[in-house]
């Protein structure tokens, strides 16, 4: 297969969700550049994007750092879309300003302003995340869509240390949708729930310690997981290649599949997967509530469907993490 339907940037391209996104753009025709940063201190093994079917033809890996705003020019010249993946993943951050929030914000503007001067990028795709949507400090709210957004006052006030990742996803994503308004870029933002399915990466998924926490016994974890909307990564993957490609899309698109809350979480590992000692003692002290809905009304309504539900999304997952020996 040749360069049929041109290059494209994929951001943060070694992590869990680009590398999937990136078997997924190879597999469909595209030539993609991946940006690792190369900086030994943080140097990942890219050994699982190298074997992937078409990378020898089509992938090339580059070197750039959210730290470093300038350093993606190279990697976006010349392609016709990118892929904004990256984001600084640090729950316990230490002082938060400068590591997380800063280049995620700052970072985000360099790869858009090399977009811009490219003259060849024709959309950018930038990864949201429902830490956008879900800390809008309104109690009541049982359905989220995408005119909700989440209180960055309210999580500064809050005082946990995983707060610098909803400012920063917040942030982020409001600075990236108004740079397109301000210079006329093509943007739209894709704003999963959390991930779950298999993995291309050699470690752990950061984010199964949310997903999983059920499983790996983790009762801090739990406790303040009583709510939680999951997606699929193939789903995920498919909704940044739709909304590419999907000449209508415009602005925020929530992706999320299936809403559950701790309760009904629990039953369904229980039941699926009775290996596992699921600590549902901790249960008893949180009261049953009623599931918030993340509505992906929006992105259906431009002829996306998903493919997968709950069952495959924790198969996969689980099977991966066995696999790898993680569990
Ligand atoms: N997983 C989820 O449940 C979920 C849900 C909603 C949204 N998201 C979003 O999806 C994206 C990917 O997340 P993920 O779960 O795949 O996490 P991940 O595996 O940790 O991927 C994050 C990527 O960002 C890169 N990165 C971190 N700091 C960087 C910096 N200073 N400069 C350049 N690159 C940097 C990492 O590069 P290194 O490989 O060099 O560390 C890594 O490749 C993120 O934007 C995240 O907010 C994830």
């Not at 940037?9 to 999937?20: H, Q």
Request: aromatic residues 8%; glycine residues 8%; charged residues 25%.
């Amino acid at each position: 297969m040749g360069d049929e339907k041109g290059k494209v940037c994929v951001t943060g391209g070694a992590g869990y969700l680009a590398s999937w996104l990136i078997m997924r753009l190879l597999q469909q025709g595209y030539s993609v550049r991946a940006t690792v940063r190369s900086d030994p201190k943080y140097k990942e093994d890219t050994t699982h994007l190298k074997i992937l079917p078409g990378a020898s033809e089509r992938l090339e890996i580059m070197d750039a750092d959210l730290s470093k705003p300038n350093s993606y020019d190279e990697a976006i010249n010349g392609c016709v879309g990118v892929f904004h993946v990256a984001h600084p993943i640090n729950f316990k951050p230490e002082n938060p300003d400068k590591t997380v929030i800063e280049p995620a914000v700052e970072g985000t503007l360099g790869i858009l302003r090399a977009c811009l001067n490219s003259k060849t990028v024709k959309r950018v795709v930038y990864t949201s995340s429902g830490s956008a949507v879900a800390f809008s400090g309104k109690k009541d709210l049982k359905v989220l869509d995408e005119s909700v957004w989440t209180d960055v006052d309210f999580c500064r006030g809050q005082e946990m240390p995983i707060s610098s990742y909803f400012i920063s996803k917040t942030l982020t994503e409001r600075a990236a949708l108004g740079f397109s308004e301000e210079h006329g870029l093509e943007l739209v933002t894709v704003v999963p729930s959390v991930l779950v399915g298999p993995f291309l990466i050699p470690h752990f998924p950061s984010c199964f310690s949310i997903a999983l926490a059920l499983i790996l016994g983790d009762r801090e974890q739990c406790k303040v997981s009583r709510q939680m909307q999951f997606v699929h990564i193939d789903d995920v993957a498919s909704a940044h290649i739709f909304l590419f490609e999907c000449p209508e899309a415009k602005g925020r698109y929530l992706c999320s599949s299936n809403d559950t809350t701790i309760h009904t979480l629990a039953k369904f590992l229980s039941n699926r997967f009775p290996e596992f000692k699921i600590p549902t003692d901790i249960l008893s002290e949180m009261e049953e509530e009623e599931p918030i809905h993340m509505s992906s009304k929006k992105l259906l309504g431009l002829g996306f469907k998903y493919k997968y539900g709950l069952e495959e999304m924790f198969d996969g997952a689980i099977e991966c993490c066995k696999q790898k020996g993680f569990l």
